[in-house]
T-cell receptor
Framework: DTAVSQTPKYLVTQMGNDKSIKCEQNLGHDTMYWYKQDSKKFLKIMFSYNNKELIINETVPNRFSPKSPDKAHLNLHINSLELGDSAVYFC????????????????FGEGSRLTVL | SQQGEEDPQALSIQEGENATMNCSYKTSINNLQWYRQNSGRGLVHLILIRSNEREKHSGRLRVTLDTSKKSSSLLITASRAADTASYFCATDDRGSTLGRLYFGRGTQLTVWP
């Protein structure tokens, strides 16, 4: 029973292509996130959605477009892929948003390794 | 930015030894969390310590927090080969109403049998 599942696990594609990564959580959480981990393991937040509403857009190029059809799903579509987009993309969820008075742990998926050639 | 920084970047020890990793951050926080990442896997939450707490234990893990120095440490006692992983600290930002967790680059711990 995978809590946060994302597909595909590996994605190899050419520059200029468009690709999508899907994420689903079965934890009943309100908030979902996309994080990007670079080759040096630096993990940076990209987007946060709370109950289908975009909360955080961390100055990510508009080639990246998240979509949340319902609070259990958060997909990431990337247009016109560039070499620098190669990274591992992690989906995560939390019970509530991490606002000022909320504290909570993140539950991560296993990651989607994107390689742009 | 609030980004945490772990120190050392890499740590190599023998089974049975203790492993200590440190984390420093920049702004005031509500809480600090530690996560573990096995190679090729997602991050797994280990422990959360609130800003009004100084020390917390969970099994073989001991976390300390010094808000005056804006630093935290994670101690793993009696380490095992299975503890080999990257360890990340993550902080929020007390001054922000939005929810963000800031991660560092992690400490790569290798425990030799």
């Amino acid at each position: 029973d995978t809590a946060v599942s994302q597909t595909p696990k590996y994605l190899v594609t050419q520059m200029g292509n468009d690709k999508s990564i899907k994420c689903e959580q079965n934890l009943g959480h309100d908030t979902m996130y996309w994080y990007k981990q670079d080759s040096k393991k630096f993990l940076k937040i990209m987007f946060s959605y709370n109950n289908k509403e975009l909360i955080i857009n961390e100055t990510v190029p508009n080639r990246f477009s998240p979509k949340s059809p319902d609070k259990a799903h958060l997909n990431l579509h990337i247009n016109s892929l560039e070499l620098g987009d190669s990274a591992v993309y992690f989906c995560a969820s939390s019970l509530k948003g991490l606002g000022r008075w909320n504290t909570g742990e993140l539950f991560f998926g296993e990651g989607s390794r994107l390689t742009v050639l | 930015s609030q980004q945490g920084e772990e120190d050392p970047q890499a740590l190599s020890i023998q089974e049975g030894e203790n492993a200590t990793m440190n984390c420093s951050y920049k702004t005031s926080i509500n809480n600090l969390q530690w996560y573990r990442q096995n190679s090729g896997r997602g991050l797994v939450h280990l422990i959360l310590i609130r800003s009004n707490e100084r020390e917390k234990h969970s099994g073989r893990l001991r976390v300390t927090l010094d808000t005056s120095k804006k630093s935290s440490s994670l101690l793993i006692t009696a380490s095992r080969a299975a503890d080999t992983a990257s360890y990340f600290c993550a902080t929020d930002d007390r001054g922000s109403t939005l929810g963000r967790l800031y991660f560092g680059r992690g400490t790569q711990l290798t425990v030799w049998p």
